[in-house]
């Protein structure tokens, strides 16, 4: 009976660690040093009137060539 529960004890322990580390973001974000000097094609930040993006060009590009040579791998 007690191994019909184990997935959700599983469950349960991830969903906690999720919710810690959801809490402690803002306190290590804040403790980091600025981002501002991180190379454009690591990270690149969209700002305007309050909205933020962020996202990185090095892994786009990454993902792209994965997705064609996977594509082309299959014919």
Do not use: H, K, N, Q
Request: hydrophobic share 55%; charged share 15%; proline share 7%.
């Amino acid at each position: 009976m007690e191994s019909l529960y184990r997935p959700f004890t599983t469950l349960g322990l991830v969903l906690i660690a999720c919710g810690l580390i959801l809490v402690a973001l803002p306190f290590v974000i804040r403790s980091m040093p600025s981002l501002e000097r991180v190379p454009w094609i690591i990270l690149w930040v969209y700002r305007r009137d309050g909205f933020f993006f962020a996202t990185s060009p090095l892994l786009i590009i990454i993902s792209a060539v994965s997705l064609l040579i996977s594509l082309y791998g299959r014919r």
